[in-house]
C-alpha cells in the first residue's frame, strides 16, 4: 500500500498541465460542466486554478486532443457533445437535429439530374441509362459541419429540384415518396484530405461511413446514400434483445 508521503510524491511527478486536465476531465465526466457549457476564460482560469496562462492552454489543448472539448472561433472554449442517433429508427438529419432542438444548414455541393450509371441502376433497381437526380451536400448543425452526405434518387420521386428544400424526406413526403423502411451499412473509416476539409476535422480522423438504402410502401427503392460522419460527434446507438425477450 502506498503511503500519504509517496502519494505525494507521485502527484509531485505530473506535470501540472496534466494534473489540470485531470481536474477539468473529472468536471465534464461528473456533468458539473455540461455539454456545450463554455469554459470560463484563460484568465478566469488561471486565477480559479492558480495556475499560469501557459500551463491553462496546454491542459486545453490536451482536452480539445481527446475529444471532450471544442474551441470555435471568435466564441471561445466549449464542453463536446457526442451525438447518439438511434440505429433502429429511418429518420433524416434534419429530423434527428429538430429532435435535439438545434438547427441544421446545408451547405450544397450537387443537385443535378443525370442518367443512372450502369451501378447507379442496379442499387435503384430501375432500367440502364434511367433519370435519377443526384445531390451532394455538407449537413451542419448549430453551425459546426457534421456530415458529407451524397445522394441519388430516381427522378419519378423528385419531379421539381426546384422544389427540394432542407429535408430530402420532408419533400419527398410532399410528392407522396416518403421512405418507410431502409437497410444501412455503417463501417469505421479515416477523413480524406476532402472530407477532412469539409468537416474542418484532420486529415485522417476518424469517420462513420454510412450506405442507406431506402424504400416506399410498395418496395421501391426511393433513395440510395452514401455520407460520412464525424467519430468525434456522433455515436450510433440500438436496442438489443434476447430471443426470449417479449415482444
Not at 56 to 71: G, M, N
Not at 97 to 112: C, F, L, S, V
Not at 206 to 222: F, H, K, M, N, Q
Request: proline residues 5%; glycine residues 8%; neutral net charge.
Amino acid at each position: 500500500m502506498n503511503s500519504p508521503a509517496s502519494v505525494s510524491a507521485l502527484r509531485g511527478s505530473i506535470p501540472i498541465y496534466l494534473r489540470l486536465a485531470n481536474e477539468l476531465r473529472e468536471r465534464i465526466t461528473t456533468g458539473d460542466l455540461g455539454i456545450g457549457d463554455a469554459l470560463p476564460s484563460e484568465r478566469d482560469l488561471c486565477e480559479i486554478m492558480g495556475a499560469s496562462r501557459v500551463t491553462i492552454r496546454r491542459a486545453i489543448e490536451t482536452l480539445i486532443e481527446e475529444k471532450l472539448l471544442v474551441r470555435r472561433q471568435g466564441s471561445g472554449t466549449f464542453v463536446a457533445r457526442r451525438i447518439q442517433a438511434p440505429n433502429s429508427f429511418l429518420s433524416s438529419f434534419s429530423e434527428d437535429a429538430a429532435a435535439r432542438g438545434e438547427k441544421t444548414q446545408t451547405i450544397w455541393m450537387m443537385k443535378a439530374s443525370a442518367l443512372a450509371s450502369h451501378e447507379e441502376a442496379q442499387v435503384l433497381e430501375l432500367p440502364a441509362g434511367a433519370s435519377i437526380v443526384r445531390l451532394g451536400r455538407v449537413r451542419l448543425a448549430e453551425g459546426e459541419p457534421l456530415a458529407i452526405e451524397n445522394a441519388i434518387v430516381p427522378s419519378a420521386f423528385l419531379p421539381d429540384l426546384e422544389a427540394l428544400g432542407e429535408s430530402l424526406y420532408e419533400t419527398l413526403a410532399r410528392f407522396g415518396s416518403r421512405p418507410v423502411t431502409g437497410m444501412q451499412r455503417i463501417r469505421a473509416s479515416q477523413a480524406t484530405s476532402t472530407e477532412a476539409g469539409l468537416l474542418s476535422v484532420p486529415e485522417g480522423a476518424a469517420i462513420l461511413r454510412i450506405e442507406r438504402l431506402t424504400r416506399i410502401s410498395d418496395g421501391r427503392p426511393v433513395e440510395f446514400t452514401r455520407s460520412a460522419y464525424r467519430g468525434d460527434r456522433y455515436e450510433f446507438v440500438s436496442e438489443l434483445r434476447g430471443p426470449y425477450a417479449l415482444l
